[in-house]
Each structure stands twice: as C-alpha cells, then as structure tokens.
C-alpha cells in the first residue's frame, strides 16, 4: 500500500512539473536540422512541427494544403531565409513571428560554378552545416522564445546551454575523424557544404558542379572534368543524390562516389539529436569516401 501511495504521488508531481513547464505556442520549423535546434530549446516545454517530413530538396519544396494548414495556425515559424523559403512571407500576420535564422548568422557568398559561365551573386544559405553557426542559431532560437514565452526563459536557457555542449561533444569525435583528411582532393556535385568545409578545415573542392546545371552535363564539361580530376588525382566525388548522372564508373575504376544528404536523409529521425545525426553522418559518408 506505501509503495502504491509512493507511485501515485510521484505520479502527480511528474503531471504537475510537466502541466507548470508546458507551453501553449504553435511552433513549425522548415526543415529537419532547424527543427531539431528548435527542439532541443524547447523539450519538456513543447513540441515543434516539422514542415518538411519527405526527403525533399529544400530549394525546389512545394507548399501542399496540409503544410499551408500547419504554417497558418502557427504562433512562430523559425526557417532559414526568404531567399530559400519563399513561401513564408505569405503567412506573415500580426499574431504570428517569422524568425529567419539566417538574420544571425554571417553568410558566405556562394561559390561558381565550374565550367559555367554563370556568375555567382547570391549567398550561401546552407548555414546549419557549420557548428558554430548551429550554436549561434540555438542561442537566437532560445531568445526568441524567451522573449515570448517568459514563464519558461529559465527552461529555454537550460535546454540551450545542454544542446551546445552536446554540440560541442560531437564535433570534437567529428574533427578526430577528419583531421587526417583535410588535404584529400574531391569533386561536389551539389554545393552545399562550404560551412562544413571551412569549420573543419577541410581542402577546397577541386571541382564544384551543379545539379541544376550539370545534371545532364555535357560532353565539353565532362572532357574538362576529367582532366582535372586526372591532374590533381581525384578519387572522390562527393553528391546529394542517387539520381546524379554525374557517375563514378564514367571516370577511372579507383573513382569513388559518397551520398552526402545536408538535410538528414530518411535515416534521420526528426528530434533534438537529428542535428548531431546529420553532421555526424555527413563526416563519416565523407571519410568513406577515401578508405577501401
């Protein structure tokens, strides 16, 4: 009988903790690394929903009835920038924060393009790939929130504080296992991961393509792709998709080709680790790359 009253009084301090910390906020974040800081400020508190569920590139996502549903009985959308998600504008309203994570963060201007006379004008927006920047966003995100939700700054703060240690644990393990790589010679077919290359020092692309261009590439660009892949020793190219065309078996037998996904592929489960699983994936897709 004493360890039933026990039970059910613990019982009702854990209803109490969980009903005095809760939170009424309607929060949507766009993308699955952006969820999971937003998650990881606001667990115990609430529960973000993700607008983006398939494994769908975030350039080209179209807005379906039941995400417009999600995004307009949202209290705050956190996402990266109008310039990516060009949709959110239309659900701007008195009653609801847009936060654009991307007002935190110093951009790096995108890269050119090899062998395309496009020139490059626009910013890079794959910001979540770099840890700092990540820390950066979970200290806006926790701000944010605070500023809205005061009853619950202390909790965000917390929250916060511990997802950027846990950051902090991750990318020490992630710099032991590329520090031997970081003068490794590889091709991207899909430029999205110049944070991640700065932050762990690792060598500048000897070739940048892309998708959107480059996905049938033609036989001039091949010629010239070959040869520079043949002048620097390229053994590795680096793609976002299954369905690039730009093939290992076109170039020597020794060419290797990795998937790296920059928004957590469907092994990814949303949540507040889903970060530390993308970039922690993404490091070790990449040193595949270069090991038999």
């Known amino acids: 009988m004493r360890h039933l009253l026990i039970f059910f009084l613990l019982l009702l301090l854990t ?56 995004l307009e ?5 956190f996402y990266i920038d109008d310039s990516l998600e060009t949709f959110i504008k239309t659900f701007a309203k008195e009653n609801k924060k847009l936060i654009p994570l991307s007002s935190a963060i110093d951009l790096l201007p995108a890269r050119p393009h090899s062998f395309s006379s496009h020139i490059q004008d626009e910013k890079d927006l794959h910001i979540w790939l770099s840890p700092e920047n990540a820390k950066s966003m ?23 504080e511990e997802a950027i240690r846990k950051i902090d644990q991750e990318v020490e393990k992630i710099t032991k296992e590329l520090d031997e790589l970081k003068n490794q010679k590889y091709i991207v077919t899909h430029d999205a991961y110049q944070y991640f290359e700065k932050y762990f020092d690792l060598s500048y692309p000897s070739a940048i393509l892309s998708i959107e261009e480059d996905s ?16 620097e ?5 680096v793609s976002h998709s299954r369905e690039d065309s730009i093939k290992p078996n076109v170039f020597s037998s020794d060419v290797k080709m990795v998937i790296l996904d920059p928004i957590g592929g469907s092994d990814v ?15 070790q897709n990449f040193k595949s790359c270069f090991t038999e």
């Open 15 to 70: 209803l109490y903790y969980n009903s005095a910390f809760s939170s009424n906020l309607k929060i949507v974040a766009t993308i699955k690394p952006i969820h999971s800081l937003v998650a990881s400020v606001t667990d115990g508190i609430s529960k973000p929903e993700l607008l983006m569920y398939e494994i769908v590139s975030e350039h080209n996502y179209m807005l379906r009835p039941s995400d417009a549903s999600k």
């Open 73 to 77: 009985s949202s209290n705050i959308i």
């Open 138 to 160: 979970i200290l806006s995100i926790s701000a944010t929130l605070s500023n809205i939700d005061k009853e619950n700054t202390y909790r965000y703060n917390t929250n916060a």
């Open 216 to 231: 049938y590439i033609g036989m001039k660009s091949l010629m010239k792709l070959k040869k520079v892949m043949k002048e």
């Open 233 to 237: 020793n390229v053994k590795c190219i």
């Open 269 to 283: 489960e949303p949540g507040k680790d889903a970060y530390l699983d993308i970039i922690s994936s993404i490091a």
